[in-house]
């Protein structure tokens, strides 16, 4: 079955950098596309970023534009998101999702893992 463990989160002050980590199991890796997902207590799930399979990325969060990036190595189906200058507003649990597209605009989250927590304090 799909497994998708994270790891990397913790306790960090603001303006620090933290690497999120995913590995995937139970599907084909390389054929998926792939996204972090975060929850902030008492807010809904938010898709961060996505990586296709082919590697082209998109962001849907503005304000990590230029401080976090996705990315994913094939060959050891991983899944990563280097997150520089940290806020405290990034704080949340963060979840490494295998994705699909119900539409060509709209996405499914497929799977998702137990998530890592992040917490930033300033």
């Known amino acids: 079955q799909v497994q998708l463990v994270e790891s990397g989160g913790g306790l960090v002050q603001s303006g620090g950098s933290l690497r999120l980590s995913c590995v995937a199991s139970?599907?084909?890796?390389?054929?998926?596309?792939m996204g972090w997902v975060r929850q902030a207590p008492g807010k809904g799930l938010e898709l961060v970023s996505l990586?296709?399979?082919?590697?082209?990325?998109?962001n849907f969060v503005s304000s990590v534009q230029g401080r976090f990036t996705i990315s994913r190595d094939n060959a050891k189906n991983m899944l990563y998101l280097q997150m520089n200058s940290l806020k405290p507003e990034d704080s949340a649990m963060y979840h490494c999702?295998?994705?699909?597209?119900?539409?060509?605009?709209?996405?499914?989250?497929?799977?998702w893992g137990q998530g890592t927590q992040v917490t930033v304090f300033s």
């Open positions: 139970g599907f084909i890796f390389t054929q998926s596309d």
């Open positions: 999702a295998k994705l699909s597209w119900r539409t060509s605009s709209t996405i499914n989250y497929d799977n």
């Open positions: 990586i296709k399979s082919n590697g082209a990325i998109k």
